[in-house]
């Protein structure tokens, strides 16, 4: 059996239709989604959030992919039109937008199962045997076609992964309580006070928002809770809690599918904080990050225009182009300044005598000479005027941006008067 798990494996992938929930604001990134889903905020200097899942199902051998959109999706579907159009239609490989587009009742998604529920006639048209489903905002790397196996070889009717975190963040997440061979006996979506782990007080088992369905009874189950009147027709909260206490659900470890040494930490994070965000790509300044970008086994795909390599200009002692542990984009000019424990995005210009620390700064930002920054989050787009201090007195920063819990400073364009998004 072990000598044909492969060809097991190839199989599953191939016969299974992977959803991706990208229609979500993520309103707890505050101002950095007023003009895009978050699953369309850039991330790691080259990248979206939304390449992560992406990149997971393609480099798991899973070929046909719905993407479900909704909330302001203009970026998120010019970015897959443009980098994700490179797979063969004629061998029935695809990446599919699929909108609100009200097909079965007039109305938008009221929920991630309604979701799922409102494109059905076109997910059954794939003929799937499994239906992978994923949230599209968590940065991490996994084989799904491993997840796959352990939910065929467990009889599972649904497969939900799950990742341990610590107690004090686990009533963001849906809790879920198992027994000794990994049935889920229980599940809790956002309690106030949520259930630590038997053996590990401190942590909490959670749902990392990725589910395996057989699929005919995935569609028997969405038909079912559509009918319900006081759904909120959300896995979370409705499907899962009611599959639970009826059927087979099992929880798949993360550690046993995702893409690392044996001797890491399993790599995931949730992204959905200004403070979250700033933190994980920060963390790919560090001399070994943990999350490994550099992997050519296992690459993150992404549509990135053709730009020119990074350049540091000017050597003199006052005015040196330069950047330490940090990591620089291309397209960007550092040009007579210093960056240090940063991670820029293309195209940023920073321009003499300023220096930017501990910062993140998306793409197209324009620096302006004699400009301090540090601890900051720059949208993409703006024009830091010279001479422009952010990041040292928080009650002065708060006047004009927005600053975190943990003190980071939050800059978009319309916070500098510069509404590049509205229309005239």
């Known amino acids: 059996m072990q000598k044909d798990l492969p060809r097991f494996v190839s199989l599953l992938t ?37 390449d992560f899942p992406l990149s997971n199902c393609l480099n798991s051998g899973i070929r046909r992919v719905g993407v479900i959109t909704q909330y302001k999706a203009h970026s998120m579907i010019k970015h897959i039109q443009r ?117 590990n007080p401190d942590n909490a088992l959670v749902s990392m928002g990725i589910y395996i369905f057989n699929a005919k009874f995935l569609y028997e189950q969405l038909i079912r809770d559509a009918d319900v009147r006081h759904s909120s027709h959300d896995f979370g909260k409705d499907i899962i809690p009611h599959l639970v206490k009826k059927y087979k659900v099992v929880a798949h470890p993360f550690s046993e599918s995702c893409v690392c040494k044996p001797d890491d930490v399993p790599y995931w994070r949730d992204v959905g904080t200004v403070d979250a965000f700033w933190e994980a790509n920060m963390e790919l300044t560090k001399v070994t990050p943990a999350l490994n970008l550099y992997d050519k086994k296992w690459p993150i795909w992404t549509y990135q225009e053709q730009l020119p390599p990074a350049k540091f200009i000017f050597d003199d002692e006052e005015r040196r182009g330069m950047a330490v542990d940090s990591m620089v984009s291309g397209g960007c000019i550092i040009s007579g300044a210093k960056i240090t424990r940063s991670l820029l995005f293309s195209n940023v210009y920073v321009m003499s005598f300023s220096e930017v620390v501990d910062s993140v700064v998306l793409p197209d930002v324009k620096i302006g000479q004699n400009v301090y920054l540090k601890r900051v989050l720059i949208d993409k787009g703006c024009i830091i005027p010279d001479g422009l201090v952010a990041g040292v007195d928080p009650v002065e920063d708060a006047k004009r941006f927005h600053v975190t819990e943990k003190g980071i400073v939050l800059i978009t364009p319309e916070m500098l008067g510069q509404p590049v998004h509205h229309v005239r």
């Open 83 to 199: 980098g994700w159009g490179f797979l063969r239609g004629e061998f029935n490989e695809f990446v599919e937008l699929l909108p609100a587009q009200q097909r079965l009742e007039a109305d938008w998604y009221k929920g991630t199962a309604d979701a799922v529920y409102q494109n059905m006639d076109i997910i059954r048209a794939y003929e799937p045997e499994h239906v992978l489903i994923l949230a599209g905002d968590h940065i991490y790397k996994m084989d799904y076609g491993e997840m796959l196996a352990y939910h065929v070889s467990h009889e599972a009717d649904m497969t939900v992964a799950c990742i341990e975190v610590p107690l004090a963040e686990a009533s963001a997440f849906g809790i879920m309580t198992v027994d000794k061979d990994n049935r889920v006996i229980d599940f809790n979506e956002k309690p106030a006070n949520p259930s630590p782990m038997p053996d």
């Open 14 to 50: 191939k016969n299974t239709v992977a959803l991706i929930l990208a229609g979500g604001r993520g309103s707890r990134l505050k101002q950095l989604t007023d003009w895009r889903a978050k699953p369309a905020v850039p991330f790691g200097g080259k990248f979206r959030i939304i």
